[in-house]
């Protein structure tokens, strides 16, 4: 069995596509597998990923279902390497990544994970600034409270993990459909000390074809997020740091709703953030101008009608 299982997930996005599988050909480390994992991908796509004949690779055919962790998951399922190493369909890898890492995780036997900096690049491949995910050196050991507190960043195609470690923490969590890159690198830092690389190693692409732009989604996946970490930390004081980050969320929440018009969904997330929510005066504050903010439209259509009703009235 190779040494390196490379867990590959796609959709369509064929110009992406070609290139982060070509990033996995040029690497200097070569006892690696591909197992790209198809999620419904159209004719052009599937067309492409059957050309390839190399045996290191294998494709599996899924329906779509449009939740990358599952579509991970099921990658990892038939995975036999010692190793994952995980790549997005949209982002590359510098030619040395794989061989630089397993060295590390060699050196560091109570490490069993590792991570590394990236670049950022657009959609046609040129560098763009990247202040929050470059850090001139990366933390590594026991760093499951700078990742919660967002201190650093993890970018996904940057790491490479024991499969058995991955398997041990139920791989990616199928119900955090948001965040849930997050929620596996917690996962693994309360479990395994981390050796960490500050080579830029890999390339993340910034683009227009992610996979979802709800914002409202996207901010409950983080509410989950920090109400599932809660319970995972043995940490007093980390377990107040989630309950307040995950009502700060609720406001994000009740905000991106009174954005799109959503005025009684608006009151409904505040009700229901308020039991965790409660003993934050911050959040008192932000709900209040929530629910100020939705009951303006009603009180100006109801005084419009008012008025015009007057006005028919003379």
Sequence with gaps: MPTVSVILP?????????????????????DWEMIIADDGSTEETRAYLRSIAAQQVRTIWLPHSGNPSQ?????IGVAGGRYLAFLDSDDIWAPSKLERQIKALGERATCRWSYT???????YGRPLANEILVTPVLPDGWI???????QVGISMPTVVADRDLVREIGCF???????EWQDLCLRLAIKSEVVALSESLCSVRIHNEHYSADKVAAHLGWMQLYKKMAVLTPS??????CARVRAEYSLNVARCQADRGDYGEVLT???KS???SWRYPRWWWGALKRVARAAVPGFLTSALRWRRGGVASK
């Design 236 to 241: 007093p004081t980390l377990r107040s740091y």
């Design 10 to 30: 796609t959709f369509n996005r064929l110009k992406f596509l070609q290139l982060a599988v070509g990033s996995v050909f040029a690497q200097t480390y070569t």
């Design 71 to 75: 579509v991970r998951n099921a990658a």
């Design 269 to 271: 997330t505040l009700l």
């Design 117 to 123: 900096n990236c670049d950022l690049i657009d959609e």
């Design 274 to 276: 308020l039991p965790f």
């Design 144 to 150: 499951f409270e700078p990742v919660l507190r967002l």
């Design 173 to 179: 969590d199928e119900q955090q459909r948001f965040a």
